[in-house]
């Protein structure tokens, strides 16, 4: 299919009438007045610049992720430019600088012809003052270049300049360009975005298991909706995967596909994780305000959010709802984001009395949230998705639970399991062979999503990621090797260093961030104070000129702000909470003034599972910051984080 609103060679395009290619852009394009006039200012000026060159011009090349179009693509002497116009525009301004590095970062990572041409962005702001033309390569060898600013008398000079600067010979077929295929593989707030405006995300190509794919999985889900309703059934399904694997994702298109807007029959998603849900309820809520706004409707922030909540909403708040109203709530589908993390018997009880005030309340989270979709009289749909070590927080109770309640007091129940459901990494236990009724089970390999798509350079971070916690040395070293060029992941002793990586790294809008274990109480002395509780609307959502976003790294994320979260480029800050040592990883708290072993196994799960969270949140590259410690601070003993930092040297990872 064809992406631009316009497309010729130059050759045709230097020679058709002005008038003609107005008349097309319009066409295709149903532009208001204002767009007219800045298309009528390309036009002229990229006829007088482009006299002599041959090649071929893409006007509002429309980038599919991003929801945006490039002002003009030029495919010219095995060069692609990437230029973005600001009509009668005075100034070089910052955002539209980055506005167009994100276009080339965007074709470069996702277009299936651009990873070997060279890629140029060019802001041309018409009326700006001369600037000096100076050429400097991306340091990150991908063949891009850093935007060059030029105004519309000095346009031709800068696409000379680079001409004759191009050190590459990186042909590509020109003609066949514009019909390549685009792999994207957006955030997860992106894909939420998408969602909500009834962008089935199956219609953008993504990168997915060989084995399962994301469509595959949705596809399959969708049928088994479709299969219950019809059958007047109920049905609970566990679908599994790899962190970054799309699970959220999963459980984000369910929920949009099977909204019902007179409530009859809805769909719901929920999540224990409260950061997730308020990043996401408030991103959604911001970009519908902005939607509405671009077709000149009004509509306040709360109304917005409101809408939101129908389609996102906390899994507590669901429950709350339950409790006070016993009748069947709206929603014939319940989608559970990380449903591993639901609470025991003890916990859930504990709180019902402390909280609550249910003195007789005897059941776990998982077996009430059951009861509470089995009050449907026809038929309903639990999703329960499945993240293998995510368990980070007291009283969570694995997957063992929700099958355990299933065996006690819904074996009328199908149940369709993935089938690595009975991997240890997904703590099923012994319950899935303890089905009182095994004709009820049906196991399904497209219930798994076993590849990243967090983290489009490398999709085996996360295997590599386990390899190093399970203390498997070779393995990891040989995983390191094969992805390094494609994800930097270096180590250093110096946060400032580590800060400074991060900026250099990070390209365009590109967010960056420090996170750390939430256990980490000495990073105190390196300005880190985890106890002081980072708002995560603010440090994912704002931007550069906020103290309290991630891009000024001064606020940290633990892995309770950043689980089901990501960002492009991450600094762990690793604390001595977890250390190295030969006979095993060392787990320790700290309390009043010393650090103190953590003795339950469990607890050193939930620690272990914390640090598998804050590796696997970048999707473009990390860096480890490993403190050098102080040898006039007790707590702070070199000797803690000397072990941890050779164990991740003798993997191969690189210091700098």
Known sequence: MKRAFYSESLKNFLTEDNNLILGKLATNSGCNLDQSHAWQEQVTVLKNTLQGFEGRILFEYIIPRMGKRVDVVLLLQDLIFVIEFKSGEYNYQFSDVIQVWDYVLDLKNFHEYCDKPLIAPVLCATNAPDTEISIEESIHNDHTIKPLKTNKHKLREVIESIIDWNPYSLSYDINTWEYGRYFPTPTIIEKASKLYCNNAVANIAEKSSDEATFTNTTLKISEIIEHTRNNKEKAICFVTGVPGAGKTLVGLEIAAKHLDADRRESSVYLSGN?????????????????????????????????????????????????????????????????????????????????????????????????????????????LCLVGGGQE???????????????????????????????????????????????????????????????????????????????????????????????????????????????????????????????KAQRLKPLAIDVRYETNPIHWFLHDRDDVRSSFYLEDVATEFQVQGLELDWVCHVWDADFR???????????????????????????QKNAYRVLLTRARQGMIICIPEGDTDDPTRNPEYYNCTYQYLKSIGIQEI
């Open 274 to 382: 409260g950061p997730l849900v308020k990043v996401l309820q408030e991103a959604l809520a911001l970009d519908h305000i902005a939607t509405l706004k671009k077709e000149n409707q009004i509509i306040t922030k709360t109304e917005a959010r409101s809408k939101v909540k129908l389609f996102i909403q906390n899994v507590h708040h669901f429950r709350d709802a339950c409790l006070l109203d016993l009748r069947p709530q709206p929603e014939h589908i319940a989608i559970f984001d990380e449903a591993q993390r639901a609470w025991n018997f003890k916990q859930t009880v504990d709180f019902m009395k402390r909280k609550k005030n249910k003195d007789d309340f005897s059941v776990s989270e998982p077996e009430f949230l059951i009861s509470c979709m089995d009050r449907h009289p026809d038929w309903s749909v639990i």
């Open 392 to 518: 980070i927080n007291i009283g969570e109770a694995g997957i063992s639970e929700w099958i355990d309640a299933i065996n006690r007091s819904f074996d009328n129940w199908r149940v369709y399991i993935s089938e690595q459901l009975n991997d240890k990494e997904y703590a099923a236990g012994e319950a899935l062979s303890l089905f009182k009724n095994q004709n009820n089970i049906t196991k399904l390999k497209d219930l798994h999503l076993a590849v990243s798509m967090r983290s489009f350079r490398a999709e085996m971070i996360s295997d590599f990621v386990k390899q190093l916690l399970d203390l498997r040395q070779l393995e990891a070293s040989s995983m390191y090797k094969k992805f390094q060029l494609k994800y930097p992941l270096v180590i250093t002793r110096n946060l400032r260093k580590a800060k400074s990586w991060l900026k250099l790294m990070a390209r365009g809008s590109q967010r960056y961030g420090i996170v750390t274990s939430s």
């Open 580 to 606: 190295y040592s030969e006979n095993g990883w060392i787990h320790k708290n700290f309390r009043g003034k010393k650090w103190v072993n953590i003795r339950s196994l469990e607890n050193q799960a939930y």
